[in-house]
């Protein structure tokens, strides 16, 4: 059995390291051939809180020749038509994708290959990319906190599933999810409340809890993904064993009060996250906010559930983007006509 990952940014290299440094065997692919020979040359890199350094064979996109049983694949969302037809092209007859990228990826992946063939995984622990081959692990290094949500879009136990719950497993805990979308979308929840007004206020996880103008933003971020979800007809799924609906839902005023005190407990252990929407407007690169809470004002439209809070990120990253502003914590007044809605 053969596998890759494919995508050497902030999850990839630290997920390579803790793999070779179980003994694992695999190719790392990049684009970069700047990446590929500091991996090469250097290893996998880590710091933060944890430091390692472990060997590992980097392969540049352009120049694979192996055929793989697995690809598990770690690029950002942008042209992942061509990325997962790409990657669709080193797998074997029976190989499979498992696709760990951000928002709800599974059903791009299922049109190239097939959906008895794709697999998804909610990664829910952080990463910031220092350097070529050289990653931050920002989320604290205990086994309950490395989490993967992993499953199937039809739920079922098809080629390579055991394999990859094995692979997973050598990094952190693995949680098994029969109900796969709702495990996406409590991903997709985090992503959307914390990556974004990380990527807006241009600050940590940790510190756009903390501040109470911005949390009344993330409040309000969290009320419409659940809300959005419940017309949807999904049922958000815990993560990290816990219900975060049952924790941060709220009709009346004791809960609403009750649910903004807990917002950055709940966040603690990845307090020093800083989002890779983030790190990539600060390189002057587009970043993926159309998969996250684009995802979540898509799905508002569809269902009719007003997404005020979330097309504001979205607004704003593009005028970041655009340079028409910059990720600032100032940025958090622009959501005061927002409560007004």
Known sequence: MKYAIYGAGSLGIVL?????????????IDRNIKSVDALNNNGAKVVGTITLTEKVNAVLDSEVKEKYDIVILMTKQINNKDII????????ENGVICTCQNGLPESDVAEVIG??????????????????GVSELTSIPERESMTFSFGSLNGQKGQYFDELVRIFSLMGKVEVEDNFIGARWAKLLINSAFS???????????AVAKDK?????????IKECIDVAKSANIKIEPIQGKDIVKLLDYKGGFKKWFAFQIIPIAIKKHSLL???MLQDLEKGIPCEIDYI??????????YNVPTPFNDKVVEIIHKIESKELKPEFSNVKLFDECFTK
């Open 196 to 206: 974004g007004m990380s990527a807006v206020l241009g600050d940590t996880f940790g």
């Open 213 to 221: 103008g911005s949390r009344k933003v993330i409040q309000r971020i």
């Open 16 to 28: 390579s390291a803790f793999l070779s440094k179980s003994g694992e065997t695999f190719d790392i």
């Open 293 to 302: 809470n684009g995802i979540v004002c898509k799905f508002g439209k569809k």
């Open 115 to 132: 959906e008895d063939r794709t697999y998804g995984c909610a990664i829910g622990w952080g990463a910031t990319r220092q350097d070529y």
């Open 85 to 92: 037809t790409k990657a669709a092209s080193w797998l074997n």
């Open 274 to 276: 800083k989002a890779s």
